[in-house]
C-alpha cells in the first residue's frame, strides 16, 4: 500500500541550527502538508502546498519556516534558525485533491531542538 | 475561533467492552470529519464523513455525523487490547485542504 514516508525519524538539533525536514508522499497525490504536534497537544496545521507554491499557512508558519518540492518525489520542510520551543512531532502529509481532507500522514519527524 | 472538541479525553475499558467516542465542532465552510487513529506516531485514516446521518462500517468501528447537531460519534464495537490509542476527530474545509484536529480521546482496553 502506498504510504507517505518522512526522514530522519528523530533529529536533534542546536538552538539556532538550520533543520530540513524530509517527506516523499504519495506519488499521485497532488496537495501536500505539514503539521505539527508538540507533546501533550494537538496536531497543528502549519502548511498546504500545491503546484508549487503555498495555498494556505497558519500563523505559526512564520518567516523561520518555508517548504520546497525540489524535484518530482520530494516535499520539504527548513526551519532556518530553530527555537526550543520548535520540538514537536512534525508530519508530512498528502492527498489526491483539494479539500476531500482525507490525507494522508507520513510517520513523523521527532525534533528535538536542544 | 473554529474549534474541535472530543470527549472524553480518556478511556479505559475492558476487552469486549463497547465504546463511543464524541466529537463536537464549530467551523465556518465545513466540508467533511475525519477520524484517525493515533498509536505512538502517524494519524491513520479511519473515515471520512461528509453527509449527516449516514453511516460509515469497517468491521467493529462505524461512525455517523449530524450536521445539524454539528458532531460526530466512533462506536467500536468488541473492543480489543490493540485498539488502544489516541483517536483524532479532524474536521475539513470547503476551501483548501487544511485540517483542524481536537485534542483527540485516549483509549486503553484491558485484557
Known amino acids: 500500500e502506498p504510504e507517505v514516508t518522512q526522514t530522519p525519524s528523530h533529529q536533534v538539533t542546536q538552538m539556532g541550527q538550520e533543520v530540513i525536514l524530509r517527506c516523499v508522499p504519495i506519488?499521485?497525490?497532488?496537495?501536500f502538508y505539514w503539521y505539527r504536534q508538540i507533546l501533550g497537544q494537538k496536531v497543528e496545521f502549519l502548511v498546504s502546498f500545491y503546484n508549487n507554491e503555498i495555498s494556505e499557512k497558519s500563523e505559526i508558519f512564520d518567516d523561520q519556516f518555508s517548504v520546497e518540492r525540489p524535484d518530482g518525489s520530494n516535499f520539504t520542510l527548513k526551519i532556518r534558525s530553530t527555537k526550543l520551543e520548535d520540538s514537536a512531532m512534525y508530519f508530512c502529509?498528502?492527498?489526491?485533491?483539494?479539500?476531500?481532507?482525507?490525507?494522508?500522514f507520513g510517520q513523523g519527524t521527532r525534533l528535538t531542538v536542544v | 475561533e473554529d474549534k474541535v472538541v472530543q470527549s472524553p479525553l480518556s478511556l479505559v475499558v475492558h476487552e469486549g467492552d463497547t465504546v463511543t467516542l464524541n466529537c463536537s465542532y464549530e467551523v465556518t465552510n465545513f466540508r467533511s470529519l475525519l477520524w484517525y487513529k493515533q498509536e505512538k506516531k502517524a494519524p491513520t485514516f479511519l473515515f471520512m464523513l461528509?453527509?449527516?446521518?449516514i453511516e460509515k462500517k469497517s468491521g467493529r468501528l462505524s461512525s455517523i455525523l449530524d450536521k445539524k447537531e454539528l458532531f460526530s460519534i466512533l462506536n467500536i464495537t468488541a473492543t480489543q487490547t490493540g485498539d488502544s490509542a489516541v483517536y483524532l476527530c479532524a474536521v475539513g474545509y470547503n476551501q483548501g485542504g487544511k485540517l483542524i484536529f481536537g485534542q483527540g480521546t485516549e483509549l486503553s482496553v484491558k485484557p
Open positions: 502529509a498528502s492527498s489526491e485533491q483539494l479539500g476531500r481532507g482525507e490525507a494522508f
Open positions: 506519488s499521485n497525490h497532488l496537495y
Open positions: 461528509t453527509s449527516s446521518g
